[in-house]
């Protein structure tokens, strides 16, 4: 090769190397800086803001002077407010969503609104739940009432039975044929009085089943602390029970067949639902059903109202707006005391002509229209991407969507279709429901997010040896790293993200398991 053409060679390589970036290290030349590990992930996904314009007239002034008063986010007054107020609407009436179709949702919801402790999320629900609280406590006293008066006329009661009886032996030794089931009814006449209930905290799944009888419209369970409740119905005896609730979500009838009792049978078992729990158990719950445990779609049943938390706390000592209470608990009166007829609501016959099944409203043309555009979009979603463990969460929203707009409606002062204003408010909370969706089922991170600090935190110490596997670190029952899989997820994201440095080990010719170990980067290092 000439000098000229190695010159050209040597040319063409500065150049490949220059636009290349690299540039050979001279002998007296600093050693370059490590990489920077990238920043972990935050623990959660973002959410929206509760839209208070979406709430009722009649409850968001209550709402927003309730939240700001204590300090809480309005998430925490503003669910329970509406679950509780389609628990009232849900006893008249369902909604039909399409135009043609029998396809009908009940009113009905269920929701968590999930907190840590501390962040008044209890108290602020007991605000919201005052007025079906005084609801239950007037039921309970008309109820005393009615069985006192029952309890003081029973002599009479008896008097009156024995004489119908009498009548009757008169009447049937003169004629044989001779009818007589009206003086024999008078005792049957006089039942034993009924309690209406509106709400339930702690009651069996068979209580329920006896209260649905009585009360066929459906009440509202309201449990402060929902980790218990799904703790028990996650127990292999409590199947029975779980799949009792599954049933009671989207209503229908269901029998129970019991030695002694016979059969029991609830027409509609129609259940609100309504309760708080904290973010860790949640995570815990979401992450066992991730692995097949109790993996049926119970928390899918549920909209989900988890809020980032409060900033700084301020003292807020003034009077309550009254004149915001006072609506919010007219129309809790309101609905107790609306029927099917005064909502102008539809009622399907049967082929004999009578009364079949809920009466029911439909969607106003506007209204359906937007509903339909909103669906056209979660369909797609759902026979989209693999969404995880969120598809189950958002086709619940077929149901949802639906109630929530006809207890928007309802809850305004609104008859006949339910037209586009509360469709439209419906529709934002979707949008508001889906976030929190979201970060539900995106927080299994969160464990791993947690874990990754953890476990960074026990290397920088010297708590690891250098390097570790991850038996080192679950075996140490470290809080929140005592878990293998949530220590697996921590050390993959470390890794991912260059905080730590993956070596593979082999155990020897004999093709054992090869062992992973973990030390920290460089970057780590000086991070």
């Known amino acids: 090769m000439s000098a000229v053409q190695d010159l050209a060679r040597m040319r063409k390589t500065a150049i490949a190397i220059a636009a290349s970036g690299y540039a050979p290290a001279r002998p007296d030349a600093p050693m370059p800086e490590p990489a920077a590990p990238k920043p972990l992930p935050d623990e959660l996904l973002p959410v929206e803001a509760f839209p208070l314009a979406a709430l009722p007239e009649a409850f968001r ?157 459906g009440v509202l369970s309201v449990r402060d602390e929902m980790r218990g409740m799904f703790l028990h119905l996650a127990r292999e005896e409590s199947a029975t029970a779980r799949a009792f609730y599954l049933q009671a979500w989207s209503g229908g009838s269901y029998h129970f067949d019991r030695i002694g009792r016979g059969t ?52 807020v000592d003034r009077w309550p707006d009254n004149e915001a209470k006072r609506k919010a608990w007219e129309a809790f009166d309101r609905l107790d005391g609306i029927t099917h007829k005064d909502l102008h609501a539809e009622v399907q016959t049967g082929f004999d002509g009578e009364p079949q099944g809920l009466p029911f409203l439909r969607f106003a043309d506007d209204a359906r229209e937007a509903f339909a555009e909103w669906r056209g979009d979660l369909e ?58 979201r970060r539900l089922h995106a927080s299994g991170r969160r464990m791993a997010v947690r874990g990754a600090h953890a476990i960074l935190g026990k290397a920088r110490a010297g708590d690891l040896p250098d390097p570790f596997t991850a038996r080192d670190v679950y075996r140490n029952q470290w809080a929140g790293l005592a878990d293998r899989a949530t220590v697996a997820d921590a050390l993959d994201l470390l890794a991912a993200h260059g905080w730590l440095a993956e070596s593979i080990i082999t155990t020897g010719a004999d093709g054992g398991r090869p062992t992973t170990t973990y030390s920290l980067t460089d970057g780590a290092r000086r991070g």
Request: glycine residues 8%; charged residues 25%.
């Open 264 to 315: 029991v049978t609830v027409e509609d078992a129609r259940l609100s639902m309504i309760g708080g729990i904290q973010p860790g158990p949640l995570s815990d719950l979401m992450l066992q059903a991730r692995r097949g445990a109790a993996d049926d779609g119970m928390i899918e049943r549920f909209l989900i109202a988890w809020p980032d938390s409060p900033g700084a706390w301020r003292d």
């Open 61 to 217: 002034p209550w709402v927003a002077d309730v939240s700001q008063r204590m300090n809480c986010p309005p998430d925490f007054v503003a669910v329970p407010l509406i679950v509780a107020a389609a628990s009232l609407v849900a006893r008249h009436v369902g909604i039909r969503p399409q135009a043609r179709t029998d396809w009908i949702e009940k009113g009905n919801l269920w929701a968590l609104i999930v907190g840590r402790p501390g962040i008044m999320k209890s108290p602020a629900m007991a605000q919201a739940l005052a007025p079906m609280d005084r609801l239950e406590a007037r039921a309970a006293e008309d109820y005393r009432r009615a069985l006192d008066d029952f309890t003081d006329a029973k002599p009479l009661r008896e008097l009156r039975a024995e004489a119908g009886k009498q009548a009757a032996r008169a009447a049937l030794k003169k004629n044989a044929q001779a009818d007589v089931s009206d003086l024999l009814k008078r005792e049957a006449e006089d039942a034993e009085p009924i309690r209406r209930r509106y709400v339930v905290a702690d009651a069996t799944y068979e209580k329920l089943g006896e209260i649905f009888v009585s009360n066929p419209g």
């Open 380 to 437: 797609a979603k759902l026979r989209g991407a693999d969404l995880g463990s969120l598809e189950g969460a958002l086709s619940k929203f077929r149901h949802h969507i639906p109630a929530l707009a006809l207890a928007l409606h309802v809850v305004d002062g609104g008859k006949g279709p339910v037209g586009l204003v509360p469709t439209t408010r419906a529709l934002a909370l979707a949008d508001y429901f889906e976030s929190h969706a």
